[in-house]
């Protein structure tokens, strides 16, 4: 039996009024979450991710800045027709979300156990009391040692992993059915950075939340998601299960994604292999295929018209005219090695 | 176990470690002398203005003409005015009136310019249509913005604080806007919204603790400014109107008869020099205390 998505997400566009015109920065993105699942957004800088995900909860200023059209169900609650007191009270306790640098995400002023307790008290009736032991129990469960005491310190007292668990103790305060980690760990060190993977992994299983771990590092991908979804300028290229996003990559961008990563064990003196040019400016998308500019594969095709998200076999979703093309080359290729 | 011991151990180091930093930030709170200068004299002033009063053994406002414009003595310690009142019973008296404007102004200014300064900086159109008010304000010099609206208002010292308040609210009002502005773009008001934060708990709950220190520095410098804009308005009759004494218009009555009386002109104009100075060191030496950057050039 398949299971409900927790997270349905229709052709969501988000556009910005910008003093150069509307600016389409997440260009009809559509992608499911389930429940109890982590799945990771990946792209390069500007590609959209954070954008997707800050659309998601609907931060961004709808008065005056941005636009968004298409359908982001929650449970089959479209989020977008919400208003916005219904928002709020979705807003970290449906969905809550961990930011990027976890040096500016406290409040210099406030201690952290209060922190973490407004939060409690935001969503849920209980006493301030309640809310401070609730806090030292959130603390713990994110394996700050001492919690009793760390509750009465301040955000500069702690480290940058420290004060990351912190946040991830403020973003479950309130169990939320969904997380939103936003490159959670790019601000923190190789070995703090495995110490939060692993704790975002062990929550998910424990709390059975689903979670959407954006990031640019493949590394963390193979090692804690289950899905991926492959972004490029504003649309997802490809779509897949962790193992066929590694094993066979249809999309080119995804391919020269995996071709980028340094191996440990390869040829030092191999030159890294980059992706030529550099992503093009919202206000100058390409008339074809986003990626045709950068394309070692593109033809005339790929730069006269769009290629559509197509599905291949396993689920697997690519938007590529020449999908297939790249895959027998695959095939052939390792054919040659055996 | 070991971890358990050595976060024992990291508590009392800790706790160690904030006692030494209070005492450092205590020693730079009273290495700079100028600050603790200043802070003692606002303080004298204050006891002065709050239990002088008690002590005076002269009503201020008590006329014995054959008292009058008589030199400091050992029964009027600073002499008499041109009606044989007590100087000092109406310098101390004075003081209550001058202090408490200038108190009064640099609270109500802090209060408005706090809310002008933290929607301005919240809401962009609001920004637009408060900033060019304050602009607008700020564009006519203090004195004479201050003549006109007394002259609207009509003479009493409550119409003094309306005023003055009306001058300096936009002063306060920048400095909470650029320091606002800096909180807000800050991600833990991101992360607050994400946290589901209503719109009025990220400004009073989490923006306004942030604007609080350069608040504190700029309502003392406003103190000091609108004691001195207050004794100019008093000076120029503008202000506190008779019999009422304020050092604005103790002055005032002395500038007739300056050279018959020195002490109708000199002890207030010190008590003015004097709680102006001392503001304005207390204030610097807060700015200083607050602005890691004027720190170093210091010592």
Redesign the interface.
């Known amino acids: 039996m398949p299971k409900q998505p927790l997270l349905e997400i229709n052709e969501l566009k988000t556009h910005f009024h910008t003093e150069r015109g509307r600016v389409t920065a997440v260009d009809g993105v559509t992608f499911h979450v389930n429940e109890g699942e982590i799945l990771g957004v990946v792209g390069e800088s500007g590609c959209g991710k954070s954008v997707t995900s800050q659309s998601i909860l609907r931060l961004f200023d709808e008065k005056r800045l941005a636009q968004y059209d298409g359908e982001i169900k929650l449970k089959g609650t479209n989020l977008l027709e919400l208003s916005d007191e219904k928002m709020q009270s979705i807003r970290g306790n449906d969905i809550a979300m961990i930011f990027q640098d976890p040096l500016s995400s406290l409040n210099p002023v406030f201690t952290i156990g209060h922190q973490i307790a407004e939060s409690i008290l935001l969503h849920q009736n209980v006493s301030k009391k309640e809310a401070y032991e609730k806090a030292v129990e959130m603390l713990r469960l994110t394996g700050i040692p001492a919690p009793e005491k760390r509750v009465k310190e301040y955000p500069h007292e702690l480290s940058g992993g420290m004060r990351q668990r912190v946040m991830i103790a403020i973003a479950l305060s309130c169990e939320p059915q969904l997380l939103i980690a936003d490159e959670p760990t790019t601000a923190l060190d190789v070995t703090i950075q495995a110490q939060i993977l692993d704790l975002i992994v062990e929550i998910n299983k424990k709390l059975n939340m689903g979670v959407i771990f954006i990031t640019h590092d493949l590394g963390v991908v193979a090692e804690i998601c289950t899905r991926v979804v492959v972004m490029y300028l504003g649309q997802i290229v490809e779509e897949a299960n962790v193992v066929d996003v590694f094993e066979n990559p249809l999309h080119p961008y995804t391919r020269g994604l995996m071709k980028s990563v340094p191996q440990i064990d390869g040829d030092r003196s191999e030159k890294l292999h980059v992706i030529e040019g550099t992503v093009p400016a919202l206000d100058n998308i390409p008339k074809g295929c986003r990626f045709a500019t950068r394309c070692p594969f593109a033809d005339e095709l790929c730069v006269e018209k769009v290629p559509e998200l197509r599905e291949f076999k396993n689920g697997q979703k690519a938007r590529c005219w020449h999908a297939e093309k790249i895959a027998e080359e695959d095939q052939e290729r390792e054919d040659q090695y055996v | 176990m070991g ?1 358990v011991e050595s ?1 024992v151990g ?2 009392s180091v ?1 706790q160690k470690l904030k006692k030494e930093q209070r005492q450092l930030f205590f020693k730079r709170l009273i290495s700079n002398k100028l600050m603790v200068t200043g802070g003692m004299t606002i303080l004298f002033l204050m006891i002065v203005t709050l239990i002088g009063p008690f002590l005076v053994s002269h009503d201020p406002y008590e006329m014995v003409v054959q008292d009058r414009l008589q030199a400091p003595s050992a029964e009027h310690l600073l002499g008499t005015d041109e009606f044989g009142r007590d100087l000092l019973s109406r310098i101390i008296h004075g003081s209550k009136v001058t202090m408490g404007v200038g108190f009064s102004v640099a609270a109500i200014t802090s209060l408005l310019g706090m809310i002008i300064g933290l929607y301005a900086s919240y809401y ?2 609001l920004d637009h249509i408060l900033m060019r008010i304050c602009d607008g304000l700020m564009s006519i010099p203090a004195i004479l913005l201050g003549i006109a609206l007394m002259a609207a208002l009509g003479p009493n010292t409550k119409n003094v604080i309306i005023a003055l308040s009306i001058v300096f609210t936009p002063h306060v009002a920048r400095v909470i806007r650029s320091a606002a502005i800096v909180v807000r773009e ?3 008001i ?9 719109t009025w ?1 990220i400004i009073w ?2 923006m306004m ?2 604007t609080i220190s350069p608040l504190v520095v700029q309502a003392t410098f406003i103190f000091a400014d609108a004691i001195i804009t207050e004794a100019a308005l008093s000076f120029l009759g503008a202000g506190v109107p008779a019999p009422d004494p304020s050092w604005g218009n103790i002055l005032y009555d002395g500038k007739l008869v300056i050279f018959n009386a020195w002490w109708m002109t000199v002890f207030p104009g010190i008590m003015i020099v004097l709680s102006v100075l001392g503001l304005n060191l207390l204030g610097d030496g807060l700015r200083d205390l607050i602005d890691p950057h004027t720190n170093q050039g210091k010592k």
């Open positions: 971890t976060n990291l508590t800790k962009r159109f800050q991600t833990y991101e992360a607050m919204k994400a946290q589901g934060a209503s708990r709950g989490h603790p942030n």
